[in-house]
Every structure is written in C-alpha cells, then in structure tokens.
C-alpha cells in the first residue's frame, strides 16, 4: 500500500497567514494527488486534484504544488472560514489512501 | 446541482449485517465510477472501495480491512451505489460517505461527497 504522511497534524495560524501543509508519499504518485477540506459535521470538500488543478469554484488563495512523493497544499492568506481539517490523497494505486490530516487552529 | 443522499445507517450488533444506500442526482450516474469512503468517529478518512461503470464491466475494488464482508453494487436504472456490509465488527462503526469518481486524466479522484450515513456497531 502507498502510505501519505501529512504534516504538520495541527497547526496554529492567524487570519492573514500564508500556510503550507506537506504529504509525502511512500513511492511516487506522479501527480495523482488530491487535497480536501472538512469542517466539523461535513463532508469533505474538493480543493486541488491533480496535485495543483484548483477546482471550480474554490478561491485562488488555495494553491497545489508537488510531484513524486512530495507535494504542497499552500493558502496565501488564511481566512476565517479556512479553519478545519485537511487531507490529502492519492489516487495513483489501490487502496486509495489519505493522509491522516492537518487540523488548522485560530492562533 | 449534483447531490448524493446516503441512508440506511444505524445501530447493528457485532455479526450483523446492514445495508446502505446512496441516492444520486443532477449528473448521469451511469457514466460514473462511484466509491465509498468511512470515517471513524473522531479519526481520519478511510477508502472502502470502487465500483466501475458499465463501460468497465461494474468491476470493483475493496479495501483490504473489508474484503469478502462488504459488497459494492449499483442500478444505473435507479441512479442508486450500495453497500452490502455483512459480518459487522466494532471497528467497521463510522460515517460512510458515498462519493463520485472523476476522471482527470486516467485516475479518477472523488469530487463530490454526500452528507454521510453513520453506521454503529455495538452489542
């Protein structure tokens, strides 16, 4: 199995921050990797797939980079509604496996 | 607007066997891979498995945590994805989420999500 290592697991950051949160996969997924947001009670929403394509409707200051085993989620200016939990996923071989999630917290 | 309405989610005991389902709308289910996705209470999320369309032959995939106990199935002509869980065990309680697979480019990733059916397993 491909195992995602996502950090940091929580991180504390203020409305206006620039935010970086890292997966690393355990062999190379190309670019095969999607990233999600859930808020609490919720299903996860789609952000990036394809390591860096923004899906619709989703604001420009989410940003997807990476290919192989290590890739980006960047928010170049976290907002209020930012604060949740992300994960990653890859999509390259079964089982499908997600990182174990990045909690972001109101510094 | 595509929606996916999961139900059939409740209290089983150890053993036992339930069966969900995931009502889906506003697209052509019959185009799409379809996948479910479980979530612990308080953990992170988990790949169940994959139902392929009729153009793949309905071929599917399962995780290895429940291979040959749950069963994946759909009617295209009820715009419908099941999931037969059978054999029940405590580690299987979660929310299930019903998701869409989306090609972007020979792998399919899930775009959208229904809203989760939470399944319990207790004695």
């Known amino acids: 199995d491909i195992q995602m290592t996502q950090s940091p697991s929580t991180l504390s950051a203020s409305v206006g921050d620039r935010v970086t949160i890292t997966c690393r996969a355990s062999?190379?997924?190309?670019?095969?990797l999607a990233w999600y947001q859930q808020k609490p009670g919720k299903a996860p929403k789609l952000l990036i797939y394809?390591?860096?394509s923004l899906e619709s409707g989703v604001p420009s200051r989410f940003s997807g980079s990476g290919s192989g085993t290590e890739f980006t989620l960047t928010i170049s200016s976290l907002q209020p509604d930012d604060f949740a939990t992300y994960y990653c996923?890859?999509?390259?071989?079964?089982?499908?496996?997600f990182g174990g999630g990045t909690k972001v917290e109101i510094k | 607007e595509v929606q996916l309405v999961e139900s059939g989610g409740g209290l089983v005991q150890p053993g036992g066997s339930l069966r969900l389902s995931c009502a889906a709308s506003?697209?052509?289910?019959?185009?799409?891979?379809m996948d479910w996705v479980r979530q612990a209470p308080g953990k992170g999320l988990e790949w169940v498995g994959r139902?392929?369309?009729?153009?793949?032959?309905?071929?599917?995939e399962y995780a290895a945590s429940v291979r040959g106990r749950f069963t994946i199935s759909r009617d295209d002509s009820k715009n419908s994805l099941y999931l037969q869980m059978n054999s029940l065990k405590t580690e299987d309680t979660a929310v299930y989420y019903c998701?869409?697979?989306?090609?972007?480019?020979?792998?399919?990733?899930?775009?959208?999500w229904g809203q989760g059916t939470l399944v319990t397993v207790s004695s």
């Open positions: 506003g697209f052509t289910f019959s185009d799409y891979y």
């Open positions: 062999q190379s997924i190309s670019t095969w």
């Open positions: 139902i392929r369309n009729k153009a793949k032959s309905y071929t599917t």
């Open positions: 996923l890859q999509y390259d071989g079964y089982p499908r496996t």
């Open positions: 998701t869409r697979g989306r090609d972007s480019g020979g792998r399919f990733h899930f775009d959208f």
């Open positions: 394809k390591a860096s």
